[in-house]
């Protein structure tokens, strides 16, 4: 695979940019090698700028579940951007898919538009400080938040690609009031509550662990989660930035049946383009100003080229049968990868809820990930770096990590799933050779 264009971009962004990437797992730091630069997207396809083609799992890490530049979707932001692309002023589509979002997702009933899932992150947990009165919060070793200081405690994600130290910079006063428990472990959380009874606002969690890997939450934590917190008058939220609208059409709260004090939802919901919201109980969003006093605010918030997009990306996922087929496919692709795999006795871990899925290679066969400590210790990191590679060499762009997820989208076909298990037949035992 010629890559020369690409080689040339990375020299030369290398000088003009920290890295020479806007976002530290792009980097291809835990695989190796040199990053592709992308020149356009289409369907289930990526276009590198030497013209080599790849099928696409990561799908702008999740929000592109129609695929790359849908029709619908493009059309809807060409049409907004003619008449203008910011106004800093309320428009009607902000109402529009207000209205869709808490239509879908269970537990909403009012929504705040910001700009990222970080942004997101860092208001809902300014928000239930506020409703609370309290200061501490619960995440848990391995959920990522984003990277606002107060949240890149054991943070997983890139940190994990890159194996740093949750970060220099990080003031340690930004990080007192952070308590962290291991994922898939109530009684570790009981043990916070107990020792803290009316300090703790809430507890953050990703429903699915899917930036330490993918780890599926355990029978009954969930909801175990958000009964201790209602136990000690504190607020559960609900990190669905990775898995909203992707491991159900109503997120994960959906599929397990789970009722959040507050929701955080991520680009997906602006169809790909930046943006994020906060969202929950009416009397909890109440709170944010200019209805009460829990200041927050955006020049972009809302902007109308995120909210058509996002109008025009739910309202085509809504469809009937449009999400169970992208579920489909991501089951028959991970059932086709785990039976390669066991084929060449090579031992993986495989999950999948919806369009999203997740595979670790482990370094013992009878070992099993819960939680972020083993995955650092199971995660057999260089054969994974091994399989990329040969992956992409077939024209399979995985996630440039074993500490990431990847995703389906409606675009993902029977032709593109038999030429991803063909490649994966053939790069497995190029892996073990």
């Given at each position: 695979?010629?890559?020369?264009?690409?080689?040339?971009?990375?020299?030369?962004?290398?000088?003009?940019?920290?890295?020479?990437?806007?976002?530290?797992?792009?980097?291809?730091?835990?695989?190796?090698?040199?990053?592709?630069?992308?020149?356009?997207?289409?369907?289930?396809?990526?276009?590198?700028?030497?013209?080599?083609?790849?099928?696409?799992?990561?799908?702008?890490?999740?929000?592109?579940?129609?695929?790359?530049?849908?029709?619908?979707?493009?059309?809807?932001?060409?049409?907004?951007?003619?008449?203008?692309?910011?106004?800093?002023?309320?428009?009607?589509?902000?109402?529009?898919?207000?209205?869709?979002?808490?239509?879908?997702?269970?537990?909403?009933?009012?929504?705040?538009?910001?700009?990222?899932?970080?942004?997101?992150?860092?208001?809902?947990?300014?928000?239930?400080?506020?409703?609370?009165?309290?200061?501490?919060?619960?995440?848990?070793?391995?959920?990522?938040?984003?990277?606002?200081?107060?949240?890149?405690?054991?943070?997983?994600?890139?940190?994990?690609?890159?194996?740093?130290?949750?970060?220099?910079?990080?003031?340690?006063?930004?990080?007192?009031?952070?308590?962290?428990?291991?994922?898939?472990?109530?009684?570790?959380?009981?043990?916070?509550?107990?020792?803290?009874?009316?300090?703790?606002?809430?507890?953050?969690?990703?429903?699915?662990?899917?930036?330490?890997?993918?780890?599926?939450?355990?029978?009954?934590?969930?909801?175990?989660?958000?009964?201790?917190?209602?136990?000690?008058?504190?607020?559960?939220?609900?990190?669905?930035?990775?898995?909203?609208?992707?491991?159900?059409?109503?997120?994960?709260?959906?599929?397990?049946?789970?009722?959040?004090?507050?929701?955080?939802?991520?680009?997906?919901?602006?169809?790909?383009?930046?943006?994020?919201?906060?969202?929950?109980?009416?009397?909890?969003?109440?709170?944010?100003?200019?209805?009460?006093?829990?200041?927050?605010?955006?020049?972009?918030?809302?902007?109308?080229?995120?909210?058509?997009?996002?109008?025009?990306?739910?309202?085509?996922?809504?469809?009937?049968?449009?999400?169970?087929?992208?579920?489909?496919?991501?089951?028959?692709?991970?059932?086709?990868?785990?039976e390669i795999m066991q084929a060449q006795g090579v031992p993986v871990q495989i999950g999948q809820a919806g369009?999203?899925?997740?595979?670790?290679?482990?370094?013992?066969?009878?070992?099993?990930?819960?939680?972020?400590?083993?995955?650092?210790?199971?995660?057999?990191?260089?054969?994974?770096?091994?399989?990329?590679?040969?992956?992409?060499?077939?024209?399979?762009?995985?996630?440039?990590?074993?500490?990431?997820?990847?995703?389906?989208?409606?675009?993902?076909?029977?032709?593109?799933?038999?030429?991803?298990?063909?490649?994966?037949?053939?790069?497995?035992?190029?892996?073990?050779?």
């Amino acid at each position: 695979m010629i890559t020369t264009q690409s080689e040339a971009l990375y020299e030369k962004a290398q000088q003009l940019i920290p890295g020479g990437v806007n976002s530290p797992v792009r980097a291809f730091g835990s695989v190796g090698g040199t990053p592709r630069f992308i020149d356009r997207g289409q369907g289930a396809y990526l276009w590198d700028v030497d013209g080599n083609r790849y099928v696409d799992y990561v799908l702008s890490w999740g929000p592109l579940v129609l695929g790359h530049a849908p029709k619908a979707v493009i059309n809807a932001i060409t049409e907004t951007a003619v008449k203008g692309t910011s106004y800093g002023a309320p428009t009607a589509i902000e109402n529009d898919l207000a209205d869709l979002v808490i239509d879908t997702v269970p537990s909403i009933e009012m929504i705040r538009f910001v700009n990222s899932g970080t942004e997101a992150c860092m208001s809902a947990l300014r928000l239930a400080r506020a409703y609370t009165g309290r200061e501490k919060i619960i995440k848990f070793a391995g959920n990522y938040h984003g990277h606002a200081d107060m949240l890149l405690v054991q943070a997983g994600s890139g940190v994990a690609t890159l194996g740093l130290p949750d970060s220099p910079g990080v003031p340690s006063g930004t990080t007192e009031n952070t308590l962290t428990a291991p994922y898939n472990d109530l009684a570790a959380v009981r043990d916070l509550f107990e020792r803290y009874p009316d300090a703790i606002a809430g507890a953050i969690v990703e429903p699915i662990a899917a930036n330490m890997g993918f780890v599926m939450p355990e029978e009954g934590y969930l909801q175990g989660l958000i009964d201790l917190c209602h136990e000690y008058d504190a607020l559960l939220i609900l990190d669905e930035v990775m898995t909203g609208f992707r491991v159900g059409l109503g997120g994960a709260q959906e599929a397990y049946n789970l009722d959040p004090d507050i929701t955080c939802l991520g680009k997906v919901i602006g169809g790909g383009l930046p943006v994020g919201a906060y969202a929950g109980k009416r009397d909890i969003m109440a709170h944010v100003a200019p209805a009460g006093t829990m200041y927050q605010a955006g020049t972009l918030s809302g902007n109308p080229l995120a909210m058509a997009a996002g109008l025009a990306t739910i309202t085509a996922l809504r469809r009937p049968g449009v999400f169970d087929s992208i579920a489909e496919q991501a089951q028959k692709l991970t059932e086709g990868l785990g039976e390669i795999m066991q084929a060449q006795g090579v031992p993986v871990q495989i999950g999948q809820a919806g369009s999203m899925f997740g595979m670790y290679f482990l370094k013992e066969a009878e070992a099993h990930i819960r939680d972020y400590a083993t995955a650092k210790q199971y995660a057999d990191t260089a054969r994974y770096g091994q399989f990329f590679h040969a992956m992409l060499a077939q024209g399979v762009y995985l996630a440039p990590s074993q500490f990431e997820a990847g995703f389906l989208s409606a675009a993902h076909d029977i032709e593109t799933l038999e030429a991803t298990l063909n490649a994966a037949e053939s790069a497995i035992k190029q892996v073990t050779a």
